[in-house]
């Protein structure tokens, strides 16, 4: 956790530079706003790009399947075989529970033909990315450079462009937990990042750019599409009451509307169909839920103070469609998945309502207060629980990759 720490520490820092006062006489601060910002990604990209073995889709999914792939068009080297038959032999051990013995019989063409077959399971635009790399026999830790530098530029353009409070914008990145998905839901990420730059075209009204970032978005996830509605949030004018109403009528109708978003879904989208066949019975996700109704409490609260603020009604209106999203939850859990789509925006959205607080000392204890909530939620989840299997932070020159693999994963040598 230490690693996490020092970069988010480094990364606020310099965020806060053009602010500070310290840079005064720079001939452009908008030009500093934007060097600095480039400069605060580069301690988290670094941790991102270098990272192995950190993040549960980057084992299961993202390295084998890439690797699966690459074997179509070339030899791989003992130690790509390996990673690929480790991963295969953990997934079989975790999710089917098959005995060593068992998995003594498992050989390398069964791992990737097993992969090869679920390569496909990725998006247009992510299949792009790794056919570019396969196509220069690029080792698949090129994958996790290239993916961390797209969503980390988009996510810290939005931070640019979108927040006047880039420190405090960045600092809750890291604490909101989602740095540490971008470590885990790769494609997905990478989708939402451009979904966050995209609402700097939604607040200025500008339709193409904003239609055309989404789509590239889908491109690498499809469940962006959620997203389109997001340009006519802006424009709306409904009061907080009436948002609350909303959010308790879709929780009341869930029973009767599911089957027909069910039929939508397979119809829209089929691949993610399998995602409602017989979901009942799901825990509700009420610690999401949780954490959107208190933003929504502390909008509803600035909400005269910050209505006609830039991205104010953007930003608290998507909170709250992904409030209506997660009544869905316990019918089917991914929609946490399209949760994270609409409260992804917490960090630029939290600085924004603290910052409507005229009281310096009140603006003071509110900041805190959610700083210190946030980051023992991240204590709780990242660290205590380890959701998102991003501990024990380690990088890809640190040892031989499959015996890390094997290490972590609980297998024999």
């Not at 989404?214 to 009436?242: D, G």
């Not at 909008?299 to 991205?311: A, R």
């Not at 700083?371 to 990242?382: P, Q």
């Amino acid at each position: 956790m230490i690693y996490y720490i020092l970069g988010t520490l480094a990364s606020v820092l310099l965020l806060a530079l053009p602010d500070s006062g310290l840079l005064r006489g720079q001939d452009s601060r908008r030009n500093m706003r934007v060097l600095f910002c480039f400069l605060g990604m580069l301690p988290l990209f670094l941790l991102s790009a270098l990272r192995w073995d950190v993040g549960t889709d980057t084992w299961h999914t993202y390295t084998p399947e890439y690797l699966a792939a690459a074997a179509e068009t070339r030899e791989l080297t003992p130690e790509e075989k390996q990673i690929v038959i480790d991963d295969y032999r953990s997934l079989l051990k975790k999710e089917y529970g098959y005995s060593d013995e068992q998995l003594k019989s498992i050989t390398r063409e069964d791992a990737i033909d097993f992969y090869i077959k679920l390569y496909d399971h990725t998006s247009p635009g992510f299949r792009v990315i790794e056919r570019a790399l396969l196509a220069v026999n690029a080792d698949v830790q090129w994958l996790y450079v290239v993916t961390s530098l797209i969503t980390l530029l988009f996510v810290f353009a939005a931070i640019c462009w979108q927040s006047k409070d880039m420190a405090l914008a960045g600092l809750l990145f890291v604490i909101t937990s989602n740095y540490f998905l971008t470590l885990n839901i790769v494609s997905q990420y990478m989708a939402i990042s451009i979904c966050l730059f995209s609402c700097l075209f939604a607040e200025k009204r500008k339709p193409l750019p904003f239609v055309l970032l989404v789509l590239l978005a889908a491109s690498f996830h499809t469940s962006a599409l959620v997203f389109l509605p997001v340009y006519f949030l802006p424009k709306l004018r409904i009061k907080p009451l009436w948002c609350a109403i909303g959010i308790a009528a879709v929780a009341l109708i869930v029973p009767l509307a599911f089957p027909l978003l069910e039929k939508l879904v397979g119809l829209v989208t089929p691949k993610y169909a399998r995602y409602f066949a017989s979901n009942t019975g799901y825990e509700f996700e009420w610690i999401f839920f949780a954490i959107g109704a208190a933003v929504f409490i502390a909008g509803t609260f600035y909400w005269k103070q910050g209505e006609s603020k830039p991205y104010y009604r953007l930003w608290f209106y998507a909170n709250v469609l992904g409030m209506m999203a997660l009544c869905f939850s316990a019918r089917v859990p991914e929609m946490k998945r399209i949760n994270y789509y609409f409260a992804a925006p917490h960090f630029l959205l939290l600085p924004l309502i603290m910052g409507c607080e005229t009281d310096r000392r009140r603006r003071t204890l509110l900041k805190t207060a959610v700083i210190v909530l946030f980051v023992a939620e991240t204590v709780v989840a990242v660290w205590m629980m380890n959701k998102n299997q991003v501990l024990p932070y380690q990088t890809f020159f640190q040892a031989s990759r499959p015996e890390m693999t094997e290490a972590l994963l609980g297998l024999a040598a």
